[in-house]
């Protein structure tokens, strides 16, 4: 099994839906992440959590919400989706001192139509 | 803030070839710092890092030093082969608490025989 792991992989879903991603990870870190990659703006963070009892916005967190449900699970939802919202999502855990780099999972596809 | 700013692609080379892709940073402190490699289709994976001044990260004949009087660490390879085409991203982990990696917007390697 990999160590984040993320779901759906693809994602068509129309204007106005609510669509939530879901990221699991076997780590065993605190620390996770959800990113954002859009071609030619490389990541941009939208949410981070560096324990259960803690969310952070991030760069781009205007459109989306976080749920942090235990140390292994991460989700992301959409509340109304918009065109504009249509990227590649990351999910990242790392431990305390992120010293040791990320592990990233392998990303949804989402596109909003 | 901290950022990061990773010289633009596409970089178009031949097998055998040497390559360097420039990455400068801005940063409050002696962040960390990281090169981060994307596949085709794939998440992304950590390529090598460097935690202090005048380290060198080196990982798959790459190598990167962290030069703290230029804030530069420069990716550098002696010769790429086909298998090393994808996007590299340059990133900074700030020594703030409560702080998250921060990307560059990446450069994609495309490497002919």
């Known amino acids: 099994d990999a160590d984040v792991t993320q779901t759906p992989r693809n994602r068509i879903t129309k204007t106005g839906k609510r669509i939530m991603l879901e990221c699991s990870q076997t780590?065993?870190?605190?620390?996770m992440y959800w990113y954002r990659q859009d071609p030619g703006l490389g990541l941009r963070l939208i949410y981070y959590?560096?324990?259960?009892?803690?969310?952070n916005k991030g760069e781009i967190s205007d459109g989306y919400s976080v749920s942090r449900q235990a140390q292994a699970k991460f989700s992301l939802s959409l509340e109304s989706a918009i065109p504009n919202q249509t990227a590649l999502y990351f999910c990242?855990?790392?431990?305390?001192?992120?010293?040791?780099?990320?592990?990233f999972g392998s990303g949804t596809r989402l596109t909003v139509v | 803030g901290d950022s990061v700013t990773q010289m633009e692609g596409p970089v178009t080379l031949s097998e055998e070839a040497f390559l360097t892709i420039n990455c400068t940073y801005t940063?409050?402190?002696?962040?960390?710092l990281f090169w981060y490699v994307q596949y085709p289709g794939e998440g992304l994976q950590l390529l090598l890092k460097?935690?202090?001044?005048?380290d060198k990260g080196s990982n798959k004949g790459f190598e990167a030093t962290y030069r703290k009087e230029t804030t530069s660490f420069h990716l550098e390879k002696g010769s790429v082969q086909v298998s090393d085409s994808a996007v590299y991203f340059c990133a900074l982990s700030g020594k703030q608490a409560g702080t998250a990696l921060i990307f560059g917007k990446g450069t994609t390697l495309s490497v002919s025989s």
């Open positions: 460097a935690t202090k001044a005048d």
């Open positions: 940063a409050t402190g002696y962040p960390s």
């Open positions: 959590s560096f324990d259960v009892k803690d969310i």
């Open positions: 990242a855990t790392s431990d305390i001192t992120g010293n040791y780099g990320y592990t």
């Open positions: 780590k065993g870190h605190d620390r």
